[in-house]
């Protein structure tokens, strides 16, 4: 069985741009979430989603915006973008909010 | 969030047993104790979870102190692939809107030497 997928795995962007990254959750996953790890931290949570609608929010400004789909897939979006936004965004899938998260493999942003 | 403290790193020799250490004075009746890890280059994975009463799985196990101030994760045999940084997280376990996310401290990063 397919693990949690995210695209894409590297991307490099300037300041002042705009970003979409995407997650795929595991099969029968309808709650997802999204992390923010930067280098030598743990993750931070930014956002939760269930059922397609917002069922957490973490400690990040509202340039952060996400959205799940009827097929439960998730993207995050960041509008003007900061140099301390570049890290590694990890999404994870779990049956329901509260149940074990399994985590995909991230997507590595670079903000120049 | 009740807090978790762990050590920044250890090391332990492979093949051998390895303990994990976390203080969690605060912790709350309701809050199980969580262990997750990661591996270099990916995210991070499930490990074991627990509330009152020891547990063991099939990767490790999570033994809780009687007053539950503090618990160990287990590795019976380290192996090379065991190398990883480990968190140690609370979660009530009363779902509820906002408290259903995993709450990561820096974690202990363990070096298993071969």
């Known amino acids: 069985d397919a693990g949690v997928t995210q695209s894409p795995t590297h991307l490099i962007k300037t300041r002042g741009q705009q970003v979409t990254l995407r997650c795929s959750p595991i099969s029968g996953h309808k709650s997802v979430s999204w992390y923010q790890q930067v280098l030598g931290q743990g993750p931070q949570f930014i956002f939760q989603?269930?059922?397609?609608?917002?069922?957490g929010r973490g400690n990040f400004p509202d340039r952060f915006s996400a959205r799940q789909f009827p097929n439960y897939s998730s993207e995050l979006n960041v509008n003007a973008l900061l140099l301390g936004d570049s890290a590694l965004y990890l999404c994870?899938?779990?049956?329901?909010?509260?149940?074990?998260?399994?985590f995909g493999p991230g997507t590595r942003l670079t903000v120049l | 969030d009740a807090k978790t403290t762990q050590p920044n790193s250890m090391e332990s020799n492979e093949e051998e047993p390895v303990h994990l250490p976390c203080n969690h004075s605060t912790i709350s009746g309701t809050d199980y104790i969580h262990w997750y890890r990661q591996l270099p280059s990916q995210g991070p994975e499930y490990v074991i979870h627990?509330?009152?009463s020891n547990v063991n799985n099939r990767m490790a196990s999570l033994a809780i102190a009687e007053d539950r101030k503090s618990s160990t994760l287990i590795l019976h045999r380290a192996t090379l692939r065991d190398a990883a940084v480990y968190y140690c997280?609370?979660?009530?376990?009363?779902?509820?809107?906002?408290?259903?996310?995993?709450?990561f401290g820096t974690g202990t990063r363990l070096t298993i030497i071969p």
């Open positions: 997280i609370l979660r009530d376990g009363i779902s509820n809107f906002g408290n259903e996310k995993l709450t």
């Open positions: 989603y269930y059922e397609k609608e917002e069922r």
């Open positions: 994870a899938s779990s049956i329901r909010p509260y149940n074990e998260q399994f």
């Open positions: 627990g509330l009152t």
